[in-house]
């Protein structure tokens, strides 16, 4: 069983940066694939950016169209960690955040959230305007 645990969530101000960070539990983290999703109230979970693995634990990253830009996932194997650092923060960014792997590569699906079997608790991330 992988455990997923983030951090990092806040409140800050419109135009602020935030760096969100996802640990993991799991043995073999270098071949998962990591995602970030969001869900604001009100509203379905949705998409925000994966890290998906490939051969020779390379991996491939992909963005949701209203983070583009603002936004990078990263990760270091050496700390089991996934990272998300959020640059440019609007007031439609506030949303809860929550870290998905998936052992392996994710189908071209990455977006959606039946990709995933490990989520973790999720962490507040509030931006002012």
């Known amino acids: 069983q992988v455990q997923l645990v983030e951090s990092g969530g806040g409140l800050v101000q419109a135009g602020g940066f935030l760096r969100l960070s996802c640990a993991s539990s799991g043995r073999t983290f270098s071949r998962y694939s990591m995602a970030w999703f969001r869900q604001a109230p009100g509203k379905e979970r949705e998409f925000v950016a994966a890290?998906?693995?490939?051969?020779?634990?390379?991996?491939?990253?992909y963005y949701g169209d209203s983070v583009k830009g603002r936004f990078t996932i990263s990760r270091d194997n050496t700390k089991n960690t996934v990272y998300l650092q959020m640059n440019s923060l609007k007031p439609e960014d506030t949303a809860v955040y929550y870290c998905a792997a998936e052992d392996g590569r994710v189908s071209s699906y990455y977006y959606s959230p039946t990709s995933y079997d490990y989520w973790g608790q999720g962490t507040q991330v509030t931006v002012s305007s």
């Open positions: 890290h998906s693995w490939s051969a020779f634990n390379t991996y491939d990253a």
